[in-house]
């Protein structure tokens, strides 16, 4: 082993900051998509309110005439 590549094998190689952004972004997906979930998921499973499928279903039926 030459002294270049004695170099080489003591330093960990760091990653590209492409690299690095992509790991950053996936995290915060990651977390951001858990966070909305624990809020939102129980307010989504909820039924809809009669009234209001009454009024979309009279808007459908109002843009069809």
């Known amino acids: 082993m030459g002294k270049t590549d004695q170099k080489r094998a003591g330093k960990p190689e760091k990653a590209r900051?492409?690299?690095e952004?992509?790991?950053v972004d996936g995290a915060f997906d990651l977390w951001l998509?858990?966070?909305l979930h624990q809020l939102y998921?129980?307010?989504a499973?909820?039924?809809i309110p009669d009234a209001l499928l009454r009024m979309?279903?009279?808007?459908?039926?109002s843009?069809?005439?």
């Open 21 to 23: 952004g992509e790991a």
């Open 33 to 35: 998509s858990r966070g």
């Open 56 to 61: 979309i279903e009279d808007d459908k039926a």
């Open 41 to 43: 998921d129980t307010v």
């Open 63 to 65: 843009k069809d005439e």
């Open 45 to 47: 499973k909820e039924p």
């Open 17 to 19: 900051p492409e690299e």
